[in-house]
């Protein structure tokens, strides 16, 4: 089959690999008929996520058609519609048994490895290195899907691929992102990235009875996006400073939460994302925290911190003195997926949103390196790409 | 891996006096309950331990006058391990499979095959280095249904080796806390060297990766893998 393969910092091809077979008795195939480069494939793409391996196949946005199943599955079948959210969860351990899925025991056959690096080991990924499982991933013809029992959600006729893909990742973790602010009627929540899972998370934030939602970015077609589908006030941090803006229009009293829909690589334009930039060019440091310093000191007092972006390593400056002085409450982690697969689905639905807004290239899977390209130098206004194997 | 664990004879021999009381009660505390770590245990070999408390607790000090003996010929490269996980299964699920020791090599990946002669006695294989293999018979010496099991070689074995697992249901309902302590004795030599090498390296990695994969089997019904899967590699 095809398949986009990983080989090296911004160097990613369509590669000619084996097809996926069954190895375990939880496992189906997917022929895969939709599935989109996320911005966390971006720090993969820039080598910023270690334990990649040259060959590695990417993608956990992907959903398409079971075409085979292991002998334990009984209740998915040849030909079913399915998403497959992008963590890779047991359904049977402690975790998985209290719906937080993205930090199930058992998926992650390199656990081990997160051990070592964050005591523990959180749940295995699709296609996002070798500390989390080394899964193959679902930028290709065909995919793997272990525990797919627990795993892969069946679609209702009616509903088109771009309208339910977004279960697999993006909507969900804006979602959480969202429901971590604990909004209460009348907050006033501050999103910082207008990328996709921010636009998610603009969205989310009215949907659990936000106020108001400001988001900032520096990309003026995002911040469009932002005002003109999500409603959003927003701010271009290039144009002003953000944390005076964000005073000036909450009254002085600060955002009520704040979410960080960046993660690791912030752009920013004080001092403090030069240095950031410098130190992780030359690898001295893991992560660049430019959109969580802002996070932390834009939030009002006791006000919430939500983390929807990732990060991997270890982070410099974070001004813990502002966030334990001001009270704040924080919440954070990968996207427990299976947790918001039915809740969301019946939200598209009853038509309440149509996540296929941010969709804004659709390529051929060939045509994936392309896509990485224009999503990562944000050319051609592009906000998201969603590939189609044999299109 | 303690240094401690690789003593010289000498000193075993110059603090066995002052030191046998307090151990022996150290591994009674571990096998029956206690949270007790290995660290520190510099004196007295698991078997000992074991024999000793299946024996009602008086002939350990036999047992340990025999470690010593194996250590003045050579064979002191004690290899002790303690890992704990915990499962979301009940103790009488665990105990079950684990005490079917046929089952043991589906998770332990050094283990090549594992044959239950009678109700206490077993036949082990271990994978050695180059492509070789250890055999030796083991007896279980105690067995508390439910709560633990504990074996050791019995004479002849080529990798003299004694180990328990422990059962222990958490008091809120989070599944049972399974403990295994190993330890290995390998012979002196070459071959010996290379055994303590196999065993010996990471061992407490290895360990722990053998009790997540019965973690794994018991919660899930199968070992995560990701062997067999295609990628871009040529």
């Known amino acids: ?391 | 891996m303690e240094s401690s664990d690789i003593t010289n004879p000498q000193d075993q021999q110059s603090q066995s006096g002052s030191s046998n009381l307090s151990d022996t009660e150290r591994w009674g505390s571990l096998i029956g309950g206690g949270a007790l770590v290995l660290m520190g245990l510099r004196q007295g070999s698991l078997r000992g331990a074991l024999t000793a408390i299946a024996g009602g607790g008086l002939i350990y000090h036999g047992a340990t006058a025999q470690s010593s003996i194996q250590e003045k010929v050579g064979m002191n490269q004690s290899i002790k391990v303690e890992k704990t996980v915990t499962i979301n299964k009940s103790p009488e699920e665990l105990y079950r499979f684990w005490h079917n020791f046929e089952n043991l090599p589906t998770f332990m990946k050094h283990l090549k095959y594992v044959r239950v002669i009678n109700q206490t006695r077993s036949h082990w294989i271990a994978n050695a280095p180059m492509g070789s293999s250890v055999e030796w018979d083991a007896d279980i010496v105690n067995d508390q249904e439910n709560k633990l099991i504990a074996w050791t070689s019995v004479e002849g074995a080529d990798v003299d080796n004694s180990g328990f697992v422990r059962f222990t249901p958490t008091a809120s309902g989070r599944g049972t806390e399974v403990k295994v302590v190993i330890e290995y004795n390998p012979p002196g030599g070459a071959v010996g060297s290379a055994i303590a090498k196999l065993f010996g390296e990471e061992p407490e990695q290895q360990a722990g990766d053998d009790l997540r994969r019965f973690k794994q089997l018991m919660e899930t019904g199968e070992i995560p893998t990701t062997e067999g899967q295609p990628s871009g590699r040529k």
């Open chain 1, 1 to 391: 089959m095809k398949a986009l393969c990983w080989h090296g910092a911004n160097d990613v091809r369509v590669d000619t690999v084996p097809d996926p077979k069954i190895i375990n008795p939880r496992d189906a195939i997917i022929k895969i008929t939709s599935t989109a480069i996320c911005g966390s494939d971006l720090h993969i793409y820039d080598g910023y996520i270690p334990t990649m391996q040259s060959g590695d196949i990417l993608g956990h946005e992907f959903m398409g058609e079971v075409v085979e199943v292991g002998s334990a599955i009984n209740n998915l079948k040849i030909g079913d519609r399915v998403v497959i959210p992008f963590t890779i969860s047991c359904g049977s351990c402690f975790f998985c048994n209290r719906d937080l899925w993205s930090l199930c025991d058992n998926s992650n056959p390199n656990a081990w490895m997160a051990e070592k690096m964050y005591g523990h080991s959180p749940a295995a990924l699709f296609g996002y290195s070798h500390l989390f499982g080394g899964y193959a991933g679902g930028q290709a013809e065909y995919a793997r899907v272990p525990f797919a029992d627990v795993g892969a959600m069946k679609i209702p006729d009616g509903l088109t691929d771009d309208q339910v893909l977004f279960l697999t990742d993006i909507f969900p973790t804006g979602y959480m992102a969202a429901e971590n602010c604990d909004i209460e009627p009348g907050d006033i929540v501050a999103v910082w990235g207008c990328g996709p899972v921010g636009q998610f998370a603009i969205k989310s934030a009215y949907m659990l009875g936000a106020e108001r939602v400001i988001g900032i970015d520096r990309i003026p077609e995002r911040l469009q996006m932002a005002k003109e589908k999500c409603n959003a006030e927003i701010i271009n941090y290039e144009e002003v400073d953000a944390g005076e803006a964000l005073k000036e229009m909450t009254g002085g009293r600060g955002p009520d939460a704040c979410i960080d829909a960046v993660g690791m690589e912030a752009h920013g334009t004080g001092p403090d994302s030069f240095y950031d930039q410098v130190k992780q060019a030359v690898r001295l440091e893991t992560d660049r925290p430019t959109a969580l310093r802002q996070v932390i000191v834009a939030a009002r007092k006791g006000g919430h911190v939500s983390i929807a972006g990732v990060y991997g390593g270890f982070l410099d400056k974070i001004p813990m003195g502002a966030a334990f002085n001001k009270g704040l409450t924080f919440k954070m982690g990968q996207t427990h997926v299976h947790k918001y697969l039915r809740p969301l689905l019946e939200r598209i639905q009853n038509g309440e949103i149509d996540p296929s807004f941010v969709i804004t290239h659709r390529l051929p899977l060939q045509e994936a390196p392309h896509g990485y390209e224009i999503f990562k130098k944000k050319k051609d206004s592009c906000i998201k790409v969603v590939l189609k194997p044999g299109g």
